[in-house]
């Protein structure tokens, strides 16, 4: 599974934009805005938290990144409910 970067998505109480500005502009919100910060997509997994897009924003080179089966029995994505 790879994520590209250049995949229209939502970030929640931002609107459509690309994945990478999304997760760009969800690592500069507020504290207290960070940590309910969601990037809503088509596909497999159609909702990235915060834990995730943080782990994307350290490890992410100008490609898609492809997560390891390790990252994802470990956890990478948390689905949680979306906040629209």
């Known amino acids: 599974m790879s994520l590209d970067p250049e995949e229209f998505v939502i970030l929640a109480d931002h609107g459509p934009m690309k994945l990478q500005c999304a997760v760009a ?3 500069v919100l507020p504290p207290e805005e960070r940590d309910h910060a969601s990037i809503l997509r088509v596909g497999e997994p159609w ?3 915060f834990v995730v897009i943080k782990h994307l924003a350290t490890r992410w080179e100008p490609g898609p990144y492809a997560l390891s089966e390790s990252e994802l029995k470990a ?7 979306p906040r629209l």
């Not at 956890?75 to 409910?81: D, E, H, P, Y």
């Open 25 to 27: 502009r969800a690592m």
């Open 47 to 49: 909702m990235l938290n």
């Open 75 to 81: 956890g990478a994505f948390l689905l949680g409910q």
